[in-house]
Structure formats: C-alpha cells, structure tokens
C-alpha cells in the first residue's frame, strides 16, 4: 500500500476538529474545494467514508471516529521527527561512558546551569573513541565524553577534542583487606594484590586503560568472571581480604553500613583517568556551544602531588584537573 498523505491527514484532522470544511479551508488557508478533494483522496486510500455530510457540516463517521487517534499520532509524529532535526529544537545528545562517572555528574551541574537545554544523556557501551568519533560524524550523537589519544594519532578529520576533567582514581577495599587502614597506597605497592574489575571488557578505553595501568605498575587486574554491576562488585569486595578494585573518588555510591568498605586514597602517583569531550567542529546546535563554555568556566581544581596516565592519552595540564574546551 502507498504511503498515507499526511498533508490529506492533516486536512482530516482539520475537518474533525473544526466540523465544517468551509472553517477548516479558511484555517488552512485553502479552498473549499481542496479540502475535499483531499478528503476525498484520503478515503479513497483507506478505502472507507470518514465524514457524512450533514446540514451543519461534517459529522465523523465510525470509521472516522476510529482514524481520527491515529491520524494526531501521525502528526505528533511528524512534529517531533522535524523538531528532532530543526536548529534549537532537537536535544543535545551527549554520550557518556557511564551515568555514575564525574562526566555523569559534569551534564548534571550543566542540566542545573541550563535548566531550558533539552539534553539527552546516551551510552555507546562497549565503545572507545574511535567509535564515538564515528557516531558524532554520524550525526547519532552531537558529543562524547573519552579518553582519547594525543592529537595527530586517532582523532578522525573533523573531530575536535580538548581535556576537560582528569579523575582520580582511588583503591576500594573490605575491612579485612591489608590496605584497609592505610592513609594511602602508591600503585606500585599494589604489585601482587589481586583487582577485580569485571567490567573491564576487551576493545573498550577503560580496558585499554587499565592494561596501562597494570603494565606500567606491575599490577594484578582480574577482568574474570560474572559483572553484576557496581553493587554486586561491593558485595563481594566487603567480605574478602584478598580482592580490591578501582574506583573513581567521584563516584556517588551508597552500600550497607555493616560493608565497612574503605576507600584509599592512590598516591605516588596518583592514576587519574582523563576525560576530553568530542565533537564535530561543524555542529551548529547552539546547546554544544553552550556546554562547551559551561566547561571552560568551571573552577580549576588542584590534584596533589605526581598523577599518572598512559602515555598515548590526551589530559589536562599537570595538576590540573579542568580545561578549556
């Protein structure tokens, strides 16, 4: 079957709504005798009556009365197809790699900062930067917070990347563990202990982050076994005194008081995980730009001390954890 005319549905719902043809031709500023051959035109398709005549206009006939939902949904669904593509209308898609990181709580304090902006907050899961790159080209997404490599090396042509947050990691822990009541813990004291990062799946960034990590540090990381999330990583952590993971200290997380769990603070240097944020250079949403200058303005922190990334990840400058895009 041909595809419905949705300026004739358009028209029918004209009709429906104002019950004469002569007031719907006069607000859709045509003639008498166009909106009935669009009517006519509809029927004809759809191969049923959907007004009788009468003498004070057009009255919705069972199956008009049955079309007529229908027909506002096309329409609804036009609207929002157009709005989704109409300069200042569509939201702000900005992939993150996970809604609990810091780049999570970054589009939260823009969201607070322009309430107005319509954002929509996605996940390339299983993705890395080559693949976020790939889907701003697209159009799929208008940005994407990554850890990328340095300038020169995997940014694609068109693509533009700046730091924009280096964060910390920190060691969690069971009150059994022997770094449990340490005040900190230089990654290479790590060496021999078990980290268990079961969500650390091959092709990913993180995976590829920690790889360095581990390489760099002579560290232990255990990718093995069922991820049942962060909740159930916690779980098992608080009842082992051989198993820690990694986490940001940026992360809001909540557990059971009688977890006890720890956080320990990383030093000597301290792993911090870089975070840029991608996009098109050509990308006219006017809510990008916005973000953009919500970044370059948030208030430089401090990170004491030496930090530590892979040398092939574009960061922020040394101490610092903000940029300006």
């Known amino acids: 079957m041909a595809a419905v005319d949705l300026l004739a549905v358009r028209t029918f719902v004209t009709v429906a709504e104002a019950g004469q043809f002569q007031l719907a031709a006069a607000q859709l500023t045509i003639t008498q005798q166009a909106v009935s051959k669009r009517i006519a035109a509809l029927e004809r398709h ?22 007529l ?26 992939d993150v790699i996970g809604r609990r990181l810091a780049t999570a709580g970054l589009l939260r304090d823009f969201h607070r900062a322009h309430p107005a902006v319509d954002l929509d907050v996605v996940i390339l899961f299983d993705s890395d930067a080559d693949a976020a790159a790939a889907a701003i080209r697209s159009g799929a997404i208008d940005a994407s917070f990554r850890c990328v490599s340095v300038p020169g ?3 694609p042509a068109g693509i533009e990347a700046t730091p924009v947050f280096d964060e910390p990691l920190q060691l969690f822990t069971g009150p ?3 770094f449990a009541s340490a005040r900190s813990v230089a990654p290479a004291q790590l060496a021999g202990h078990r980290i ?11 995976a590829a982050y920690y790889d360095a990590l581990a390489a760099e540090f002579g560290l232990t990381i255990d990718a093995l076994g069922p991820n049942f999330g962060v909740e159930g990583l916690l779980d098992t952590i608080a009842g082992s005194s051989s198993i820690a993971t990694f986490l ?38 006017p809510a990008l730009a916005a973000l953009r200058a919500h970044l370059a303005a948030r208030p430089a922190g401090r990170l004491d001390g030496e930090v530590w990334t892979p040398p092939w990840a574009l960061r922020c400058h040394p101490r610092d954890d903000s940029a300006r895009p």
């Open 69 to 94: 939902p229908h027909a506002r949904a096309l329409l609804d669904a036009e609207e929002r197809a157009t709005a989704s593509v109409r300069p200042g209308r569509r939201p702000l898609r900005v």
């Open 153 to 155: 090396r995997e940014i």
């Open 46 to 67: 759809l191969g049923v009556p959907l007004f009788t005549r009468t003498a004070r206009g057009a009255r919705l006939t069972i199956d008009g009365q049955a079309f």
């Open 248 to 285: 940001s200290e940026h992360t809001p997380l909540v557990w059971p008081a009688v977890h006890d769990l720890r956080r320990v603070p990383l030093r000597d240097p301290t792993p911090v995980y870089p975070h840029s944020l991608l996009w098109h250079a050509d990308n006219p949403h």
């Open 196 to 206: 268990w990062m079961p969500g650390n799946l091959p092709g990913t960034e993180w």
């Open 176 to 178: 059994g563990h022997p």
